[in-house]
């Protein structure tokens, strides 16, 4: 196929830019940085690069764009997809938002390396906003370049296609291409700067309206442009509430607190930490977006946060991810008041999202021991004595709950198997098996005899259990070493492990053998080694 059909198999795409139709555009077309006020989005143009190759795409994605592909094959793909040409109907622009980092008003934040392409109308009518990460600087890059390197752009192509196949809200990717140029980066921002590999990812939401969007335009009190920015998200992504009015104001706001109480649980359930849950990274949806900083819990520990530039207030640690959510929540409540000016309608959406958390948090509880329903009575002792035995010696969560589905619960309760023949089948999730005194071994079994009364109990037989943990627990996750061997090999000019964890990972909840040693445990080497435990927010 020459270029000329290649193109025109790019060209099936359809483009509705209705975020740039009905939103106000800054008036200035030049790209220097700036306070953008009156505004929602400058119009920006991505950059060129020297050579573009495609690393991987995500064929879902693609399909769900009506891509085929043979068109994500070609050199026309790499060539839109890293920003060298832009296809009819593009017209790039970034977006304009603030936000609180790390509990602090940071201001007007936005787009400083994301260029919005434009929004895709599929056959089904659905509507996806294409985005690039690291095509070059924008208004609102705040004197930095705009860019990003190959580590951290296969983290959030392989991460967002992860979480999507876990089921876990999520923005997608459609595809990874390197620039051919080189980045700088001083990864630990430590006076030690290296350059790295430059690369582009495309990233795919219905929307990436974030907290941050709304308060930007609060915070400088235009409720003039806050009003017309939340009825176009009202009328664009939820319809379904009605149009806008103060009531539905009220219902859109108990909505997004719904939708993120049950993006939370889901990560809890997962074990993801998201690492940097500043207002600018929290999407309306309700969707995961902006991996940066982010890992996977291996030893099951509340406390743990993988983001390095955190290590002493540790805000976003695993265990605080629900109650940061609410606190982010609040200030979204405050950057809304101005268009409601009571405070009624708030409480019942912070009320939504405690109740919905709860609600879905103690399912997701139940779920992971295979139990069909939570029974408050017997199951708050249960599952708060397990997450205290998780903690007193180093175990590995996902492989422990996947284990515990192999366990024979009829054993427990029987003095003629030995704690050794019993504990067999969740050896495999232990550190450190030396750990393991008496004391441990007796506290386990207790509670093992107590979750095989309760299981017995449950409606649920041993089989249809096992399933239930089955699909609740995944495998295979992204653990972080796995991304950092997969951006080693990357950074050598083999893309073979991306390629290998994509196809993994959409999968995470069937056995898949032969691919067993995606599963395994973090190896020792791994346990101190930057990029495996630790990452900065240097991207
Ligand atoms: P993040 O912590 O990745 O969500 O980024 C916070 C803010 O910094 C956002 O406004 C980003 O657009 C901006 N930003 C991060 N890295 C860069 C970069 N290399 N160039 C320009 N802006 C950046
Ligand atoms: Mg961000």
Same mark, same amino acid.
Do not use: C
């Given at each position: 196929m020459d270029s000329q059909t290649h193109a025109s198999a790019l060209d099936t795409l359809r483009f509705d830019n209705r975020f740039t139709r009905e939103l106000p555009a800054?008036?200035? %077309? %030049?790209n220097y940085c700036r306070q953008v006020t009156g505004a929602c989005f400058s119009r920006v143009q991505p950059r060129s690069v020297i050579k573009p190759q495609l690393v991987a795409f995500a064929r879902e994605v693609a399909a769900q764009l009506g891509l085929s592909e043979e068109a994500c094959r070609s050199e026309a793909f790499a060539e839109v997809f890293v920003g060298n040409r832009l296809l009819d109907g593009m017209e790039p622009f970034a977006m304009c938002y603030g936000g609180h980092q790390f509990g602090n008003w940071a201001g007007q934040l936005g787009d400083g390396r994301a260029i919005n392409l434009g929004e895709v109308l599929n056959a089904q009518g659905e509507r996806y906003t294409l985005q690039l990460k690291g095509a070059g600087p924008t208004p609102y890059a705040r004197q930095a370049d705009g860019l990003a390197v190959l580590r951290s752009s296969v983290r959030e192509f392989l991460c967002s296609e992860a979480m999507h196949h876990l089921g876990v809200p999520t923005t997608r990717a459609l595809s990874l291409v390197l620039t051919g140029e080189q980045v700088s980066r001083d990864m630990f921002y430590d006076g030690h700067p290296k350059l790295e590999p430059g690369a582009v990812v495309c990233r795919v939401a219905p929307s990436f309206l974030r907290f941050g969007s709304f308060q930007i335009l609060s915070a400088r009190r235009d409720h003039t442009l806050l009003k017309q920015l939340l009825d176009y998200c009202i009328r664009t992504d939820?319809? $379904?509430?009605?149009?806008?009015s103060p009531e539905v104001y009220a219902a859109w706001f108990e909505e997004v607190c719904r939708r993120t109480a049950e993006m939370i649980v889901h990560w809890m359930r997962v074990g993801f930490v998201h690492g940097v849950m500043n207002t600018d990274n929290m999407s309306v949806l309700g969707l995961t977006i902006d991996y940066g900083p982010y890992g996977w819990l291996e #030893?099951?520990? @509340?406390? /743990?946060?993988?983001?390095t530039t955190d290590a002493?207030?540790?805000? &976003?640690r695993y265990g605080q991810q629900p109650q940061i959510a609410m606190w982010n929540l609040v200030q979204l409540a405050n950057a809304i008041y101005p268009l409601l000016e009571h405070t009624e309608p708030f409480q019942r959406g912070l009320d939504a999202y405690a109740d919905t958390y709860e609600r879905a948090n103690t399912r997701m509880l139940a779920h992971k021991l295979?139990?069909?329903? &939570?029974q408050a009575d017997s199951d708050d002792g249960l599952t708060t004595e397990l997450l205290v035995i998780l903690q007193l010696? *180093?175990?590995?969560m996902t492989l422990f709950y996947r284990c515990l589905a192999e366990? *024979?619960?009829?054993?427990?309760? #029987? +003095?003629?198997?030995s704690d050794t023949e019993l504990m067999e089948p969740l050896m $495999?999730? &232990?550190?450190? @098996? +030396? $750990?393991?005194t008496d004391d441990y071994r007796q506290r386990l079994r207790g509670w093992l005899s107590q979750y095989a009364a309760r299981a017995a109990s449950d409606p649920l037989d041993d089989n249809a259990r096992r399933q239930l943990m089955n699909r609740t627990n995944p495998k295979y996750v992204l653990r972080n070493y796995l991304a950092q061997l997969a951006i080693d090999q990357a950074e050598q000019g083999e893309f073979s492990m991306i390629e290998e964890l994509l196809e993994v990972l959409?999968?995470? &909840?069937?056995?898949?053998?032969?691919? $067993?040693k995606y599963a395994e445990?973090?190896? #020792? /080497?791994?346990?101190?080694k930057p990029g495996c435990s630790m990452l900065s927010c240097s991207s």
């Open positions: 800054d008036p200035i %077309d %030049d939820f319809p $379904e509430l009605g149009e806008p #030893d099951f520990d @509340p406390d /743990w946060t993988p983001n002493h207030q540790r805000r &976003y295979g139990l069909q329903d &939570y010696v *180093e175990t590995d366990v *024979e619960l009829a054993k427990a309760t #029987d +003095s003629n198997i $495999e999730a &232990y550190y450190r @098996p +030396s $750990e393991l959409r999968h995470p &909840y069937d056995d898949q053998p032969g691919m $067993e445990k973090r190896p #020792d /080497w791994a346990r101190t």
